[in-house]
């Protein structure tokens, strides 16, 4: 069994930083694929980022490229979430999901990862 479990996240006014982590343990973790979603009030979930098993490759939502960075330390079975520049629309229940995956693609929906962290909340205060 995988567990997923996020750290990060609070209350912050706009344009400050954050960094959201996710641990895996109970797997490999060089073999998961990792992503990144939110879901704001009243709105779908939405893909933010997703990182390959490797670290090689990476992808991001138009909507926080250029502000928002993920990496991972497989040393460590985490992956990272640096969020800069936020903005009150970035307000959102933020999870990390990973996928046991035996190739170096992104996965860049939902429906796709296999297990889910519980979610952590991110405030942006205009």
């Known amino acids: 069994q995988v567990h997923v479990v996020q750290s990060g996240g609070g209350l912050v006014q706009a344009g400050a930083s954050l960094r959201l982590s996710c641990a895996a343990s109970g797997g490999t973790f060089s073999s998961y694929a990792m992503g990144w979603f939110r879901q704001a009030p009243g709105k779908e979930r939405e893909f933010v980022a997703a990182?390959?098993?490797?670290?090689?490759?990476?992808a991001y939502a138009d909507s926080v490229k250029g502000r928002f960075t993920i990496s991972r330390d497989n040393a460590k079975n985490t992956v990272y979430l640096q969020l800069d520049s936020l903005k009150p629309e970035d307000t959102a229940v933020y999870y990390c999901?990973?996928?046991?995956?035996?190739?170096?693609?992104?996965?860049?929906?939902?429906?796709?990862?296999?297990?889910w962290g519980q979610g952590t909340q991110v405030t942006v205060s205009s």
């Open positions: 999901a990973a996928r046991n995956t035996g190739n170096y693609r992104l996965y860049m929906t939902g429906a796709e990862y296999d297990y």
């Open positions: 990182i390959s098993r490797s670290g090689g490759d990476t």
